[in-house]
T-cell receptor, first 116, second 115 residues
């Protein structure tokens, strides 16, 4: 079974631009979560989607948004990029309730975003 | 609200010795606890979980963890460390009770196993 894939793997953007990151979960997984990982702040929860609905959102400004499609693929968008947005963005999928109830999350390799 | 604490930023052990990486948690309902490992420039990999049942859970690569409800702890252990175990380890709690599925991670503990 294929793992979680994220595209692109690396991105370099300038301040003020916007960016869209993509995540394809493991087949059959309906829960997709996004995290920001930085050396200083660790792993910070951005949001989680389940069956195209946002179930929970972390403490990030409205510049950070996401969506999930009917095939469970998810995208994350960051508008008006700031230098502080430079980070590794990780996507994770899980089976969750209603599908095996496995609960653990499977992470993609991440997208390394650099804002200059 | 839920939270996770990993009190040690760094753990150093000699190869062949037992290792322990500590984790304590706070959650309002029943805890769903996880350990993940991250190797350099890689995403996180699932190691093991506690949902219910036996307090001692076994996972990948010979790791195990002990759930202690009274001490609200979920320490990661391995009887004999390998150099290849050197990595960044994260403890996480997931609040499935509220159907939100939000995971909260600890700050991570860097494990270094020396030959």
């Amino acid at each position: 079974k294929a793992g979680v894939t994220q595209t692109p793997r690396y991105l370099i953007k300038t301040r003020g631009q916007q960016v869209t990151l993509s995540c394809s979960p493991i087949s059959g997984h309906r829960s997709v979560s996004w995290y920001q990982q930085t050396p200083g702040q660790g792993l910070q929860f951005l949001f989680e989607y389940f069956s195209e609905t946002q179930r929970n959102k972390g403490n990030f400004p409205g510049r950070f948004s996401g969506r999930q499609f009917s095939n469970s693929r998810s995208e994350m968008n960051v508008s008006t990029l700031e230098l502080g947005d430079s980070a590794l963005y990780l996507c994770a999928s899980s089976g969750d309730r209603g599908y095996l109830g496995t609960y653990e999350q499977y992470f993609g390799p991440g997208t390394r975003l650099t804002v200059t | 609200a839920q939270s996770v604490a990993q009190p040690e930023d760094q753990v150093n052990v000699a190869e062949g010795n037992p290792l322990t990486v500590k984790c304590t948690y706070s959650v309002s309902g029943n805890p769903y606890l996880f350990w993940y490992v991250q190797y350099p420039n890689r995403g996180l990999q699932f190691l093991l979980k506690y949902i219910t049942g036996d307090n001692l859970v076994k996972g990948s690569y010979g790791f195990e963890a002990e759930f202690n409800k009274s001490q609200t702890s979920f320490h990661l252990k391995k009887p004999s460390a390998l150099v290849s175990d050197s990595a960044l380890y994260f403890c996480a709690v997931r609040d499935l009770n509220t159907n939100a599925g939000k995971s909260t991670f600890g700050d991570g503990t860097t494990l270094t196993v020396k030959p």
